[in-house]
């Protein structure tokens, strides 16, 4: 039998090994193999007293203790047990964008047999690399593959953030799966994994190279411009003067993909506006976050090459509206995101070593239905105006203001020992002209709760970046619980850009959903 054995803690500095064994014994459990980790934290809340905080499985012939911390593994064959349906598809499936989502959902269709068609408007990775690296250095923006659009979606040029609180085996299957593409495998133990840009590109790379060796077709900068309802299904007309048939299609469209939303609300797909957030990005030094967080074990013998970078979580509510940390990118840099001409989106993004000087964060504040007039369109509108907004106030490059400055209402003051990462440059700007009386008043309240927690909040010449505008979808495709299209079908409304995840892992989790509920209605297609 297999035993999870969780909350061992493990001075800092200590090998963990004798520390793992030690309190198994205390326990009464004994491992006829080697324990294995599978997850690790850290507790710093007691600095200097730091503690590693483990949870391991053990193998072991019996056990009859009892302890709250000791349970029996579950091992489970995700997904080798999905049902399949008996009937055939008239059409291959056709997975329409290739971000965590379309790919995870691409991923397990081509293992099953299905031999999914993906359209992807964006360029593949590696000219989308390209593309983003002539935007960042001055250059033009590609409209059609950028840090939004391209192969691997938007998570492919953030911090590679895996962090989800779904608790569930498709989770776990998405991890491991990505480790097995080439992921480094501390995200599988690791309480906040990331896999940083760099490491990313060449994972999306060679879980394309799958898909289509088990019989997929992906095609880049092909984009999709229309769907029509035909006796059959549907019919996709694409960029290029094509057109697809299927009866099963999947719609991972990201949530920046705005025409596409449009259309789908002109052709009676039932949408909803829902609450989402803005924001800004606000910059530290990482060694104050540092210090802020581990203090005096930083400067204990090998204290700062054990401690990973510091993360942390802020977040203020009044009410029903709140102003949180978002997308926390230690040792990183503040991104230009946009998708859109003459729109300018922030955003964060980190390497896998984290070793940028700055730290950075958005800090997002509620934005609730009644402030844009509730339907989908007018979301989508609110959004876009702030986007236009950050345009104007830094004709295309990032519009920055101090902290100080920002709770004050007022610009003039310089940046003084931190300054702006963004690759663009930057320009002065009064980013409150972007948010209500409301907005800033919480964004006030929400900083000086947060100087309270962390002292680096309380520098005032800390640089804010505007605006943050892409947090979560501003709406959602209704799907009933086969995860189909209200009213619709065969169409899957699936991830962020849907309303349905909010980051790499949860969007891969329900790519993987949507993929099991087609899977579970119908045999793969017998024209192939």
């Not at 054995?5 to 006829?32: D, S, Y």
């Not at 996709?236 to 993909?257: M, P």
């Not at 964060?361 to 007039?373: H, N, P, Q, T």
């Amino acid at each position: 039998m297999k035993l999870i054995i969780k909350n061992i803690r493990c001075p800092f500095l200590a090998q963990e090994t004798p520390v793992i064994n030690r309190v198994l014994r205390e326990k009464g459990i004994f491992p006829l193999s080697p324990p294995v980790i599978c997850k690790k934290s850290i507790d710093a809340r007691k600095k200097p007293d730091i503690y590693f905080v483990y949870t391991v499985i053990a193998r072991v012939e019996q056990y009859q203790g009892y302890d709250p911390n000791v349970s029996v593994y579950q091992e489970d064959d995700y997904p080798a047990s999905l049902p399949r349906g008996t009937s055939p598809a008239g059409y291959r499936p056709v997975v329409v964008g290739f971000g965590p989502c379309g790919m995870f959902c691409a991923l397990l269709l081509a293992r099953k047999g299905y031999h999914p068609l993906v359209i992807e408007q964006g360029e593949d990775v590696d000219k989308r690399k390209k593309s983003v690296e002539t935007y960042f250095s001055g250059g033009a923006l590609h409209p059609h593959s950028n840090v939004g659009f391209g192969e691997g979606g938007a998570g492919a040029f953030s911090d590679g953030k895996l962090i989800t609180r779904i608790n569930e085996n498709r989770a776990s299957f998405v991890l491991s799966q990505l480790v097995s593409h080439g992921a480094p495998p501390d995200i599988l133990t690791s309480a906040r994994p990331h896999i940083g840009t760099d490491l990313l590109i060449q994972v999306v790379k060679n879980i394309r190279e799958e898909i289509i060796a088990l019989g997929g077709e992906i095609y880049f900068e092909t984009k999709l411009l229309s769907l029509t309802s035909a006796v059959d299904g549907w019919r996709l007309g694409l960029g290029n003067g094509d057109t697809l048939a299927s009866d099963g299609v999947f719609l991972a469209i990201g949530h920046s993909a705005h025409d596409t939303y449009r259309h789908l609300f002109e052709k009676g797909f039932s949408m909803v506006g829902k609450d989402f957030s803005v924001g800004m990005r606000i910059e530290h030094l990482q060694v104050d976050v540092d210090i802020s967080l581990y203090g005096n074990a930083l400067l204990l013998p090998g204290g700062a090459e054990r401690l990973p970078k510091g993360e942390y979580s802020v977040s203020y509510r009044k009410g029903n509206r709140g102003v949180y940390s978002f997308c926390m990118c230690p040792g990183g840099v503040v991104v230009p995101a946009s998708c859109h001409e003459r729109a300018y989106v922030t955003n964060g993004m980190s390497y896998h070593k984290r070793n940028g000087i700055n730290a950075n964060a958005a800090i997002a504040v509620s934005v609730l239905k009644d402030e844009y007039g509730s339907s989908p369109l007018q979301a989508l509108a609110y959004q876009e105006h702030m986007e236009k907004a950050a345009f104007a106030l830094g004709g295309g490059v990032a519009p920055c203001q101090t902290l100080g400055d920002f709770l004050q209402g007022k610009t003039g003051s310089s940046f003084q020992t931190i300054r702006p990462t963004s690759p663009r440059g930057f320009v002065y700007g009064d980013l409150t002209t972007g948010f209500t009386s409301a907005q800033l008043s919480l964004f006030r309240k929400g900083f000086a709760k947060f100087k309270q927690q962390y002292s680096f909040f309380s520098n005032l010449s800390a640089p804010l970046t505007g605006y943050e505008t892409k947090t979560s979808s501003p709406l959602r495709i209704l799907r009933g619980e086969d995860y189909i299209a209200l009213g619709q079908k065969g169409i899957y409304p699936c991830g962020e850009g849907a309303g349905y995840a909010g980051g790499i892992t949860s969007a891969a989790v329900d790519g993987l959903r949507v993929a099991e509920s087609y899977m579970a209605a119908r045999a793969p297609c017998n024209k192939i």
